[in-house]
């Protein structure tokens, strides 16, 4: 069975600082990850995902995450935060054997101060 | 392409009204999935489909029905609605395996 844990659910960061959201997971065969983010009554949109490959992925608008299985984690970083950042962001995990079975951690609100 | 489409995008319901949330995509996905959203708790899988005929239980399949009679639609029906129902409601899908889910914008529903 797969899970995910998404450590501190508000988060507020300065506009220029880093972002740093975590992830943890638990799976029992190899996983695909990803991260979603939701801003204000809009659907999740993707920004990431790791299937295979590097374990350092990058997404859109600047994100990037990097796969550690020694640690089963997904982190999402951002250099520097920008107001426009400021939504809610989900990570997610789904098994090769699962047909396309999302779990999702509860989300981390991030607010972005000038 | 449209992608996944919802609707309605509102609903307000009396306690033991039945209802349906209506899901419909264009892209030849076979995988499509309702989830419900509550806040501290992420998004829980009520139900989901791997193709034409084919529909499965998620986390929390109680008090909804589905049923998928092509690959384009997936509908959710709520039986006879309570207020734990009260939540906002996505579908979503993909192509197979591995790949990501498409959401559709949400359905806010209320139940009083």
């Known amino acids: 069975a797969q899970s995910v844990t998404q450590l501190g659910s508000h988060v507020s960061v300065s506009e220029g600082a880093l972002v740093l959201l975590r992830c943890n997971y638990s799976s029992s065969v190899p996983p695909y990850l990803f991260w979603y983010v939701q801003y204000p009554n809009q659907g999740l949109q993707l920004l990431l995902k790791?299937?295979?490959?590097?374990?350092l992925v990058k997404g859109i608008n600047g994100f990037e995450a990097e796969f550690k299985k020694s640690e089963t984690s997904f982190h999402l970083t951002k250099p520097s935060a920008h107001m426009s950042d400021a939504a809610e962001y989900f990570c997610a995990v789904s098994e090769s054997d699962s047909w396309g079975k999302f779990q999702f951690g509860a989300g981390t609100q991030v607010v972005v101060t000038p | 392409n449209a992608g996944v489409t919802q609707t309605p995008k509102f609903q307000v319901l009396k306690t033991g009204q039945s209802m349906t949330l209506q899901c419909a995509q264009d892209?030849?996905?076979?995988?499509m999935s309702w989830y419900r959203q509550d806040p501290g708790m992420g998004l829980r899988l009520i139900h989901y489909?791997?193709?034409?005929?084919?529909?499965d239980q998620g986390e929390v399949p109680n008090g909804y029905n589905v049923s998928r009679s092509t690959t384009e639609d997936f509908p959710l029906r709520l039986l006879s609605a309570a207020p734990s129902q009260t939540s906002v409601y996505f579908c979503?899908?993909?192509?197979?395996?591995?790949?990501?889910?498409?959401f559709g914008s949400g359905t806010q529903l209320s139940v009083l």
């Open positions: 790791y299937t295979t490959g590097a374990t």
């Open positions: 892209m030849n996905h076979e995988y």
């Open positions: 979503a899908s993909s192509y197979e395996t591995g790949t990501e889910l498409f």
């Open positions: 489909s791997v193709g034409a005929g084919i529909t």
